[in-house]
């Protein structure tokens, strides 16, 4: 089945705002296996959202439209599409409840007609009652067509609820009401760190070849600190669509064995965690953080359980905090200067010593723009690895992006190779 996704409002075609509806939209159908074939946003103009409307019908079997349904003057979304069907919107009385239901006072009768808009669906369609939010949605099934329409709020919070507990459910059902003609997609995320898109290409040529030969497509996806790897197996066979994507999957977790830390959404201290949990020991970490600024520790205590195992860190960003928090000496720094494989050295043996970890993860090196006055050092950075024992390991490594995504990019490799370390030492 093809389906479109239309979001409307003008924040979007304005770059106010991302649109991360449509994202959430196409997700959640790819989990049940259905692939969006047109994604459109279009402002709040009648005729654009008319026109856009008529032209995923003759395209998509099913058609989804995000926003536009609430009491303002600018949500026009029911009017456009009962005026493209040449069909009369209306009033569902059992709705009025869910329109008026933030009012807690006596209102004026003007603004009592305007929230009882919400009341009001095209002839023919069925409501879409609300859990959260006031705005109703509605569903639409153009039989002469073959086609169903949906219309939901636009308001994140109120457009997931209705899609996770009304919509998606009836989209798997008039699928699989069409299974024998139905080609279903398979979908898996593989997350990477600390490997670039081109090298990720040279390592699995092979891998590209077979995919194509199964009808199994692999995307790659860059952004700062991490690269999705997308396995799209599309067939009319569940059975088909499951042994290929293992089989692909096998594959390329073989060739990036330790660049793949997750699967789907999975966070880089998510992972970390898990390693910790599946060592079956008590297994402690800290860290001492320059450059990062506490971007480190922030990452890790964002997981649930984090105290477990996380003992705490030093945020180091002076050479003054370097010497009276972490005790490394000043003539070490004087000598070797902050940003150097020495200091990253000292900052965590001495963090794994003053907290008692472990491990102990540091990290220094220039974010940018300025960088000791030579601009060729930014994105330089140390990061070290104190582990049981007086066994350290320091990497020397040069990052490129904004003075944001050089942090972000250290403290996803830092983690990476924490993680490995801890998972390595474990087996």
């Known amino acids: 089945m093809k389906t479109s996704i239309i979001c409307i409002g003008s924040e979007i075609n304005l770059g106010l705002i991302i649109n991360t509806n449509a994202a959430y939209i196409a997700q959640r159908l790819s989990e049940i296996g259905i692939e969006s074939n047109i994604i459109i946003s279009v402002k709040d103009l009648k005729n654009d959202i008319k026109k856009a409307a008529d032209f995923c019908i003759n395209h998509s079997d099913i058609i989804i439209l995000s926003g536009g349904l609430g009491p303002t003057e600018d949500d026009l979304t029911r009017e456009a599409v009962a005026e493209m069907l ?171 064995d330790e660049f793949i830390y997750g699967e789907e959404n999975m966070l880089i201290s998510e992972s970390l965690k898990e390693t910790i949990m599946k060592s079956g020991k008590k297994i402690t970490i800290s860290a001492a953080e320059s450059m990062t600024g506490g971007l480190i520790s922030q990452m890790i205590t964002d997981v649930p359980g984090s105290s477990e195992y996380f003992k705490g860190s030093v945020i180091s960003y002076s050479e003054f905090s370097k010497i009276k928090l972490l005790g490394i000496e000043e003539n070490i720094l004087k000598k070797y200067g902050a940003v150097s494989e020495q200091v990253c050295r000292e900052m965590a043996l001495n963090a794994k010593k003053i907290f008692d970890s472990d491990y102990a993860v540091s990290i220094t090196g220039f974010a940018g723009p300025d960088a000791g006055n030579n601009i060729d050092n930014v994105g330089l950075t140390y990061m070290g690895i104190a582990m049981p024992g007086k066994d350290i390991r320091v990497f020397k490594l040069k990052f490129i992006g904004t003075r944001t995504e050089i942090k972000y990019r250290a403290s996803q490799f830092a983690l990476n190779k924490l993680r490995l370390q801890i998972q390595n030492s474990n087996q």
């Open 86 to 256: 040449n069909v009369r919107l209306i009033k569902n009385d059992l709705l009025d409840d869910k329109s008026l239901r933030f009012i807690k006072k006596e209102i004026s009768l003007e603004l009592r007609e305007k929230l009882l808009k919400q009341s009001y669906i095209p002839e023919g369609a069925q409501p879409i009652i609300p859990n959260i939010g006031s705005a109703s949605g509605f569903e639409i099934h153009l039989k002469e067509k073959g086609k169903w329409l949906f219309s939901i709020p636009g308001v994140p919070k109120e457009m997931k609820d209705m899609i996770d507990n009304s919509i998606i459910d009836r989209i798997k059902n008039i699928s699989d009401s069409r299974k024998e003609n139905n080609e279903k997609i398979l979908r898996k995320v593989l997350l990477t760190t600390g490997i670039s898109e081109s090298e990720i290409e040279e390592k699995i040529p092979d891998i590209y070849t077979l995919a194509a030969r199964l009808g199994v497509e692999i995307g790659i996806t860059a952004s700062p600190g991490m690269i999705r790897l997308i396995i799209v197996s599309k067939s009319v066979s569940d059975k088909t669509n499951t042994e290929n994507v293992r089989r692909i999957k096998s594959m390329l977790v073989e060739r990036l």
